[in-house]
Nanobody, 122 residues
C-alpha cells in the first residue's frame, strides 16, 4: 500500500486549500482513512477521519472549517480546508487506519503518506 499526498501550498489567512491523498491497491474502500498534521516543534496530531461508509470525525480545532471526503472509485481521499488560520501551518499526512485503536490515536494507522506542507501567512 502506498499513499501519496498532494496539494501543498502557501496561502493567506482566510483562504482555502484542498489536499488529496491517492492510495494504491484495491482495498482502499475497506479501511477508514485519516489526516494528521505536524506543526513546527510540535508532535503530530489528529485532524480528521472518514470511515468506510462516509462517517466523519474532526479535531475540535478544525471542526466547521475542514471537510474530509473520499472517492472509492478513484482510491482517493480529500481534505478541503476553508478559513485557514496561521495555526493551521503544518505538514499534513494522510494515513490508513488498519489497527484497533480509537480513531484519533495515530497508533491505529498502519500506512502513511509522505506529508505535504501547508503554510498559512497572517
Amino acid at each position: 500500500v502506498q499513499l501519496q499526498a498532494s496539494g501543498e501550498g502557501l496561502v493567506q489567512a482566510g483562504d482555502s486549500l484542498g489536499l488529496s491523498c491517492a492510495a494504491s491497491g484495491r482495498t482502499f474502500s475497506n479501511y477508514d482513512m485519516g489526516w494528521f498534521r505536524q506543526a513546527p516543534g510540535k508532535e503530530r496530531s489528529f485532524v480528521a477521519v472518514i470511515n468506510r461508509t462516509g462517517g466523519t470525525n474532526y479535531a475540535d480545532s478544525v471542526k466547521g472549517r475542514f471537510t474530509i471526503s473520499r472517492d472509492s472509485a478513484k482510491n482517493t481521499m480529500y481534505l478541503q480546508m476553508n478559513s485557514l488560520k496561521p495555526e493551521d501551518t503544518a505538514v499534513y499526512f494522510c494515513a490508513r487506519r488498519g489497527r484497533a485503536f480509537i480513531y484519533y490515536d495515530q497508533r491505529g494507522y498502519d500506512y502513511w503518506g509522505q506529508g505535504t506542507q501547508v503554510t498559512v501567512s497572517s
